[in-house]
């Protein structure tokens, strides 16, 4: 008969090593093995130098390691009554597949825990001081995924683009003009669109457009993924109101 560890997912954060919660450096204190994925800091790796790190990391298009081996991977060390963590960007429950590793586990009756995360769109909206809900102006918004795991384009865009929320979509350079074009139907050409990419790290990159230019802009200044598009007012009210000179959002308005 197996022991029986346990598994953690922790959120890391948007890519800032500081915007772990103190939960999550507890739990990686205590790992024997962390699992951590290709966008997290390797100064996070440091408070926990005699754990095993194992890098499983996935990129559009460069897929290191499947689904299928790290659910089998997390599950193998908990079995041998390992501390298991799984350290994942943004919140674990934000488009992170943690349902499948907790299934994983569940099905094998490891138990499972989660330490929640700051998830990339608050994050980075906070960082440039996007208000993506402001009273009597932006009443909701939505977080939608730009693509699918299968990478094909995700129709909840569809209904995304017909709202007067704030749209947030993660991952959208890939089918940034189609995601402009269903937003064309119903706004208008000069409707503030802002582009994040690698937020809230060294290597950011960002800039504030509009529907019109927003295609052009991001080719020009070769903005690619990881990055999060912000659609709406809420992206002019950063500009003209919280206008910070040092981290503020390049203004192509």
């Not at 208000?131 to 918004?141: G, L």
């Not at 017909?162 to 947030?168: N, R």
């Not at 003209?240 to 192509?252: D, G, I, M």
């Amino acid at each position: 008969m197996h022991n029986k560890g346990q598994i953690t997912l922790v959120g890391a954060g948007p890519g800032d090593p500081e915007l772990i919660t103190l939960k999550g450096v507890n739990a990686l204190q205590k790992a024997d093995v962390i699992f951590y994925d290709a966008l997290i800091s390797p100064l996070l790796l440091e408070h926990n130098r005699t754990a095993e790190k194992i890098f499983v990391g996935k990129r559009s298009g460069q897929h290191q390691t499947s689904q299928e081996d790290i659910n089998r991977w997390i599950v193998s060390y908990a079995l041998q009554d390992k501390n298991v963590v799984r350290l994942k960007g943004g919140d674990p429950l934000v488009f992170g597949r943690a349902c499948e590793e907790l299934n994983s586990a569940k099905e094998n009756g490891i138990p499972t825990f989660i330490v929640p995360g700051i998830s990339s769109f608050s994050g980075i909206a906070a960082q440039h001081q996007i208000p993506i809900t402001k009273r009597q102006e932006h009443q909701s918004f939505w977080v939608v995924t730009g693509h699918t795991a299968a990478g094909k384009f995700s129709e909840d865009l569809y209904w995304a683009a017909q709202s007067s929320a704030t749209v947030i979509v993660l991952m959208g350079v890939r089918h940034l003009a189609k995601i402009v074009a269903l937003f064309q139907v119903t706004k208008t050409g000069d409707y503030p669109v802002a582009i994040v990419q690698n937020g809230t790290t060294k290597a950011e990159r960002s800039l504030v457009a509009t529907l019109d230019t927003i295609e052009e802009e991001v080719t020009l200044h070769v903005i690619e993924n990881p990055a999060v598009l912000f659609f709406g007012p809420a992206v002019t009210d950063a500009v003209t109101h919280f206008r910070n000179p040092v981290n503020a959002l390049k203004c192509l308005i």
